[in-house]
């Protein structure tokens, strides 16, 4: 992690009871408008090891089928927001639409920043690809520019910095907001009571720091419920102001 220390890192994890390795949540998010079925990422797929890939699973739990589901919109083109989309190389949503910034998947599909890539980041680049290959196949894949609606009542929002493209999505239904973040967090325990705390994969983590303060200061002054891709069940909740940084009170978990 990077503006902080040592120190403060294993502060803010023993404050919630945690260590070293913390384990992170990978969430995606299922809205049904009533006329559609629109996911927000697609988690990690194969890509991250056996502990993930269970969306499918949880999917059909919930009682619908991969095939129903009508569009999926990526916060960004990282392994673990896109990795789901495909298993064994085809497509997972074969009657969806992919949706993402252009920002991002210039950057991500780019042969050329393919090329220029070091070797550590070189995979990101190929897994991106790879999972968007088969839904460019089938014409299915349609990105986007600017912040506006893409559905009724889901609308996406620039909030880049952690990628080049990153982005966040707005729902709104019977007069109530959910803004989902995507990487606008990593690591609740450290983030939170300090949000200039970048981490060391953000493409620009100034930027990235700079959309966590803005966003995170207007959900919490308009208690807008959030989601957030790395934050532990229910990944649901709300920020409130403390200090310099913020609390988190997760959604009230029930039945439905």
Same mark, same amino acid.
């Given at each position: 992690m990077?503006?902080t220390?040592p120190q403060?890192i ?11 390795p ?15 079925l ?7 797929g ?6 993930l890939?269970k969306?499918?699973?949880?999917l059909?739990?919930?009682g ?6 009508d ?7 990282h ?5 789901g989309?495909t ?16 920002q ?18 070189k995979?990101?680049?190929e897994?991106?690809q790879?999972? *968007?290959?088969p839904?460019? !196949?089938m /014409? &299915?894949?349609?990105p986007? #520019?600017?912040?506006?609606?893409? $559905?009724? =009542? *889901?609308?996406?929002?620039? !909030?880049? /910095? &952690?990628?080049?493209?990153? #982005?966040?999505?707005?729902?709104? $239904?019977q =007069? ?10 990593h ?13 060391s994969?953000?493409s ?6 700079a ?13 807008e ?5 790395h934050l ?11 200090g310099?940084?913020?609390t ?9």
């Open positions: 990077l503006n220390t403060q294993a502060a803010g994890l023993a404050e919630r009871h945690q260590s070293l913390v384990v992170t949540s990978v969430n995606a998010y299922l809205i049904n408008t009533g006329d559609k629109v996911m927000i990422d697609s988690g990690a194969q890509l991250l090891g056996d502990g890939g969306l499918v699973d949880n059909r739990a919930a619908y089928q991969p095939e129903q589901v569009e999926i919109y990526l916060t960004h083109m392994p673990d927001h896109l990795g989309l298993h064994d190389g085809k497509a997972v949503f074969p009657n969806a639409v992919v949706r993402a910034a252009s991002d998947t210039d950057f991500w599909l780019s042969a050329d920043q393919l090329k220029q890539a070091s070797a550590g980041s995979s990101n680049f897994r991106a790879a999972a *968007i290959k839904y460019q !196949a /014409g &299915h894949f349609k986007f #520019s600017g912040d506006g609606e893409l $559905s009724p =009542g *889901i609308a996406a929002f620039a !909030a880049h /910095g &952690h990628t080049p493209g990153h #982005s966040v999505y707005q729902v709104t $239904s =007069g109530k907001k959910l803004l989902l973040l995507g990487d606008l967090i690591v609740a325990a450290v983030q939170l009571p300090h949000p200039k705390v970048a981490i994969f953000d620009d983590a100034k930027a990235a720091v959309q966590r303060l803005r966003i995170f200061g207007d959900s919490a002054r308009q208690s419920l959030v989601g957030g891709a532990s069940f229910p990944g649901l909740g709300y920020l409130n102001r403390q310099d940084g913020y988190w009170v997760p959604l009230n978990y029930g039945a439905l």
